[in-house]
């Protein structure tokens, strides 16, 4: 059964295929075109049996024949010969049809399936943050990749199949129903067997083929963990186990895909079957009429020959079938994906510029989710441009929280925010955003070189601006000891660096962007001493004129801010400078003695 987990990616309520179709609505020309040259190239394919009767008909009738009476022509030879030029010409136009019907619909293809792929990646970026903490990046990965795919294989050449298949059916009843009413009869009976087994088989295959997309999307999971995790897993020994884990994923989606493949592969015998019922029944009701006299010998042979003609490419309904089946599910994935509705949607205002960078917090609140507690409860603090602000408080407090709310990574539940005086939900993403730098207490860097890690936020930063850059976060000294300097590649997320450079690469990353409010969400908690004091010095150069706002654990790195506002429980119960909320010997006093070594027990308590 498919996955109904809170982590999965909902799936489309929509009829997939109609959903593909209004979502193809920008190459319907290009589609109409493709099905009128499969249409063309059944028209060819077909005329090759009723040139075999007209040559059969020559050889048992001669001047008296159906070529003879058209063509006026009498002799014999020449007959086959006209026949052989039609024949020529026939096959030259089905190879150029087939050619052309399958080029366009490969093609076409190959465009639905890089489009569906960017409009999905482009939406996920407008999804908030809540939305990926809810679901897995594997199954993400699954519908991204996998499942795109998959409606690319059947796009591939299933319709061209579906059309031809189609219009064989209708091309070839139309030649029986000219020539014998009665032989059409007998040789359609099998139709709406397999019809009738058609659509049984689709309604049964549908719940078979999405456990497989949910089978995949937890192999994917998996894995992408796995990888992820690599140190983790070497570090405790932990191979076998992460090896059987997937081994157990792997076996769910092989027997998922097991049952149906039993299940879609039982369909072509039963096709068999009927094509043989259809074929006999034209040889013999058929026959016997040719031997009577009653059918021509030429008509006779073409009508066996239309028979298979008209029953044996029905056999590639189960593999047609199969893929459609497949890329109806990954459909329902990829469109579910796309129906999902961000939450937080930019505004329309614009800062005015130069932005200042005065920020202000008016009695916020925030809780992750309804079933969760507060983790802001009635904030306020008020950072005026230009100074440095530091947030502190012992872990749990909600410090981190109140950047991600800043850069709108997440809504509060109560409460405003401004910026300049706008509220923040008010402004455009780009001008929010773009009047921020933001160092993550979690380092990121983008798998390439040191270059395009330190431009990502300003790609069109000069050399001497990245230089400079990387000088005031104190990195130019380790980044130019590299073996291609700038140019070095620091592998995904930069494992190729250590803890402490990859925090002053992303530093630097933010001072090259030069934005009105600087955020530091504990940035220096990955240095040792000497590394935090020399960026202490270049975050005070940075800071100078410019919103600074710091969320530190280590006190030390905040001692000489503007303003300290110190957390607890989601509020804010003390502001000052460091002198003053030592001599007021709250809790940051506490927490500033155990961090000194002078606290005793009772202080040591604060921190958890």
């Given at each position: 059964m498919a996955d109904t987990s809170p982590t999965a990616i909902p799936l489309s309520s929509r009829p997939p295929l109609g959903e593909l179709w209004?979502?193809?609505?920008?190459?319907?020309?290009?589609?109409?075109?493709?099905?009128?040259?499969?249409?063309?190239?059944?028209?060819?394919?077909?005329?090759?049996?009723?040139?075999?009767?007209?040559?059969?008909?020559?050889?048992?009738?001669?001047?008296?024949?159906?070529?003879?009476?058209?063509?006026?022509?009498?002799?014999?030879?020449?007959?086959?010969?006209?026949?052989?030029?039609?024949?020529?010409?026939?096959?030259?136009?089905?190879?150029g049809t087939e050619y052309v019907a399958r080029i366009n619909w490969r093609n076409l293809a190959q465009t639905i399936e890089h489009e569906a792929r960017i409009d999905a990646y482009r939406h996920v970026q407008t999804l908030e943050m809540a939305y990926f903490e809810d679901r897995t990046s594997g199954g993400l990965m699954t519908v991204l990749n996998d499942d795109v795919n998959q409606l690319e294989r059947f796009l591939d050449l299933g319709p061209h199949k579906l059309i031809i298949t189609a219009a064989n059916v209708v091309f070839v009843g139309l030649v029986f129903l000219v020539v014998s009413p009665l032989l059409a009869l007998l040789a359609f009976v099998p139709i709406p067997v397999i019809v009738v087994g058609s659509l049984v088989y689709q309604s049964r295959l549908e719940p078979l083929y999405a456990r497989v997309r949910a089978a995949a999307g937890t192999i994917g999971d998996t894995l992408t963990n796995g990888i992820g995790g690599m140190a983790t897993i070497k570090a405790f020994s932990a191979e076998d186990r992460e090896v059987a884990r997937v081994e157990v994923d792997s076996a769910d989606y092989r027997d998922a895909n097991r049952e149906a493949i039993r299940f879609s592969t039982a369909f072509n015998p039963l096709i068999r079957m009927a094509v043989l019922a259809g074929f006999t029944m034209t040889l013999l009701v058929g026959g016997r009429a040719a031997l009577r006299g009653e059918l021509a010998l030429g008509v006779f042979s073409m009508l066996v020959y239309m028979t298979q003609r008209l029953l044996w490419p029905l056999t590639d309904l189960g593999e047609t079938l199969d893929l459609y089946q497949r890329a109806m599910a990954s459909c329902r994935r990829i469109f579910g994906l796309l129906e999902a509705e961000p939450r937080i949607l930019p505004g329309t205002v614009e800062l005015a510029r130069p932005v200042r960078g005065a920020v202000h917090f008016e009695d916020v609140r925030f809780a992750y989710g309804p079933d969760t507690g507060e983790v802001l409860r009635g904030l306020t603090i008020d950072v005026p441009a230009g100074e440095t602000h530091a947030i502190v408080g012992a872990t749990g407090s909600g410090k981190s929280t109140v950047v991600k709310l800043l850069l709108r990574l997440y809504e509060p539940t109560g409460g405003t925010i401004t910026l300049d005086g706008e509220p923040i939900d008010q402004l455009t993403f780009t001008s929010l955003r773009g009047a921020t730098g933001f160092v993550a207490q979690d380092v990121f860097l983008f798998h390439g070189t040191v270059r395009e890690n330190l431009t990502y936020g300003r790609p069109d930063a000069t050399e001497d601006e990245v230089?400079?850059?990387?000088?005031?976060?104190?990195?130019?000294?380790?980044?130019?000891?590299?073996?291609?300097?700038?140019?070095?590649?620091?592998?995904?997320?930069?494992?190729?660096?250590?803890?402490?450079?990859?925090?002053?690469?992303?530093?630097?990353?933010?001072?090259?962007?030069?934005?009105?409010?600087?955020?530091?969400?504990?940035?220096?908690?990955?240095?040792?001493?000497?590394?935090?004091?020399a960026i202490q010095r270049s975050l005070d150069k940075v800071s100078a004129g410019r919103t600074t706002i710091v969320i530190a654990h280590r006190l030390s790195t905040v001692r000489h801010a503007h303003r300290i506002h110190v957390m607890e429980a989601g509020r804010v119960i003390e502001v000052g400078t460091h002198e003053d909320l030592v001599d007021l010997g709250g809790l940051y006093a506490a927490l500033w003695r155990v961090q000194t070594g002078e606290a005793g027990p009772a202080d040591a308590v604060l921190t958890d």
């Open positions: 209004s979502y193809a609505r920008g190459h319907r020309s290009r589609v109409v075109f493709a099905a009128s040259m499969s249409l063309a190239n059944k028209i060819c394919d077909v005329a090759p049996e009723l040139l075999i009767g007209a040559a059969v008909d020559v050889v048992a009738k001669g001047s008296d024949s159906f070529v003879g009476n058209v063509l006026g022509i009498q002799d014999k030879f020449q007959q086959l010969t006209a026949l052989v030029v039609i024949t020529v010409l026939i096959w030259f136009a089905e190879s230089r400079r850059a990387t000088a005031l976060a104190e990195a130019d000294t380790f980044v130019e000891a590299m073996p291609h300097g700038y140019d070095t590649v620091v592998g995904e997320r930069g494992q190729k660096l250590s803890g402490g450079q990859r925090q002053r690469l992303t530093i630097a990353r933010a001072i090259l962007r030069d934005p009105a409010v600087l955020i530091l969400d504990e940035a220096t908690s990955s240095v040792d001493n000497e590394t935090e004091a």
